[in-house]
């Protein structure tokens, strides 16, 4: 049977039914291409989410860290209470940090210098909390041209 012996009609509705099949499949791979591209905007977005939460945490821990070094009692109670969450708060710092430091991908976006010498500071005066308690201490450790 040649293609010339095909009655008009019949050619006509196969060409329909193979350009509708070649939409469908066309179609169909354009739908896994797209929620390819969904699936990895969500987990980029995610990520950022994340990073954004740890930084923010990293930052208000730092903040509490320093107001409570700022707030320097004369009760001995209130300060050994004081010392004892100081330094539960730098060791989640420095986890944080830690994971915060190995999360970034480009080195050009790293951890920004002012808050790393803010969470120094803090570590710094947690490890010598007679020493270093004093605000004027603290402040001109925070204010130094190295830290920021």
């Not at 350009?19 to 990520?47: F, P, Y």
């Not at 991908?105 to 210098?113: I, R, S």
């Amino acid at each position: 049977m040649h293609f010339d012996n095909i009655r008009v009609s019949r050619k006509l509705w196969g060409m329909f039914l193979v350009l509708m099949l070649a939409m469908l499949l066309i179609s169909g791979l354009q739908q896994v291409r797209t929620n390819r591209a969904m699936a990895q905007a969500v987990d980029a977005v995610m990520d950022i989410e994340h990073r954004i939460s740890q930084a923010v945490r990293w930052r208000g821990d730092t903040e509490t860290s320093v107001t409570m070094v700022m707030g320097a009692t004369t009760d001995s109670v209130l300060a050994q209470q004081y010392d004892a969450r100081l330094k539960q708060i730098a060791g989640g710092i420095e986890s944080l940090k830690g994971s915060i430091v190995a999360s970034v991908k480009d080195p050009e976006k790293g951890v920004p210098g002012r808050r790393a010498g803010s969470a120094q500071a803090v570590v710094d005066a947690t490890a010598k909390p007679g020493s270093s308690r004093a605000p004027e201490t603290l402040w001109r450790r925070r204010t130094s041209p190295t830290s920021s």
